[in-house]
């Protein structure tokens, strides 16, 4: 198959896309405007690759889509491209709105025509399989429940309801058109090549700069930890095998309280990078409470039974398996974040198609 990737330079697509080209014998069209957290240095070895194409088109740009579409003809679509981070919703919800929501819309009716064209010689085996969150279902405080796919929506940052928006789109393009559609709720993912604004990156770079840890609240809020390179195995097993109409949930297993998280990065490094900063004795000793963030919601947990029951798919990674991979990493490519850091990583951009 050859498979349209919306965000494949982001941390998700990224492994998605990795996966593929390393893994499997399927071509993949990269489609992706490389903001700021998109990283073309995190497709090593898909760039040389015959099988993979990179497209540098915003999925706002309707005339650009339609284009691609046209030269790359794709037998499906996984759409990844959104704008993540919560603390930046909270502070500008605009762009949120404007790729999540408006971007996904453009995509879906562009995907639209392209799957109605007269002559589509794929048309039956065609699919749009739209990536989506844990967080659209909201807060679990107070409860031993689990989010299931039938989880009534209730977001709570911009970021969340964004995302509610754009899985209510996806459905709606599949009740009333008839695109045959795919959508998986995904809980938190940690893994190599992760933007240093994540929890899990920013801690790390962090306590080897010596910097402060900053924790919100109490940091018992908990959360479902997901390695990335499962999710990359969960979605293509989705995209191939999965139901049309069907919502998957895909989660780690792995319930975490933030401040259980920080501790045990703080514990690896003490094992994996003793040489600490000046002045730091302990890097636990970094940990800083701050002003929880608004609507922070307390809980989140999946159940993804119904992927495991129907598609075999179980996450390979504990969260000690995972987390000390990811930590280990972060050590081994210190110039992969450096230029992240800098900005350096900015001057990798392409303006021209291959």
């Not at 593929?20 to 998109?38: F, P, Q, R």
């Not at 920013?202 to 908990?222: D, E, F, R, T, W």
């Not at 069907?246 to 990065?265: A, D, F, S, W």
Request: include cysteine; proline fraction near 5%; charged fraction near 20%.
């Amino acid at each position: 198959m050859k498979l349209l990737i919306t965000g494949g330079a982001g941390f998700i697509g990224s492994a998605v896309i990795r996966h593929l080209i390393g893994d499997t014998s399927h071509e993949v069209v990269n489609v992706d405007c490389l903001t700021y957290a998109a990283n073309l240095a995190s497709l090593p070895g898909a760039l040389a690759s015959p099988r993979y194409a990179f497209e540098q088109v915003d999925i706002c740009d309707r005339d650009n889509l339609l284009r691609v579409f046209k030269e790359h003809t794709p037998d499906a679509v996984m759409h990844l491209a959104a704008e993540s981070h919560v603390d930046r919703s909270i502070e500008g919800p605009d762009v949120f709105i404007r790729t999540n929501l408006v971007g996904t819309c453009n995509l879906l009716q562009v995907a639209l025509e392209y799957w109605s064209a007269p002559g589509f010689e794929s048309r039956s085996n065609f699919r749009f399989h739209h990536v989506s969150t844990d967080e659209v279902y909201g807060d679990l405080e107070g409860t031993d429940a689990l989010f299931t796919e039938t989880t009534c929506y209730a977001p709570s940052s911009p970021y969340s309801a964004s995302k509610a928006g754009s899985d209510h789109l996806v459905r709606a393009w599949h009740r009333t058109y008839g695109l045959p559609v795919i959508i998986t709720n995904c809980s938190n993912n940690y893994g190599p090549y992760q933007f240093p604004e994540k929890l899990i990156p920013h801690m790390i770079l962090n306590a080897l700069a010596g910097k402060p840890l900053p924790v919100y609240g109490n940091g018992l809020q908990i959360r479902d930890w997901l390695y990335v390179e499962d999710h990359a195995r969960a979605l293509c097993e989705v995209l191939i095998r999965g139901g049309v109409g069907e919502t998957y949930n895909i989660g780690g297993h792995n319930e975490k309280r933030n401040l259980e998280v920080v501790e045990t990065v703080c514990d690896l490094l003490e094992e994996l990078a003793p040489e600490k900063p000046k002045a730091v004795a302990r890097y636990r000793d970094l940990i800083t409470f701050v002003e929880d963030r608004p609507g922070h919601d307390t809980r989140y947990a999946i159940d993804a039974s119904k992927i495991q029951h129907q598609l075999g798919w179980l996450p390979e990674e504990t969260f000690e398996s995972g987390i000390g991979k990811t930590v280990k990493w972060y050590l081994d490519h210190r110039d992969w974040w450096q230029q992240v850091l800098t900005g350096a990583y900015r001057l990798q951009r392409i303006g021209q198609r291959p």
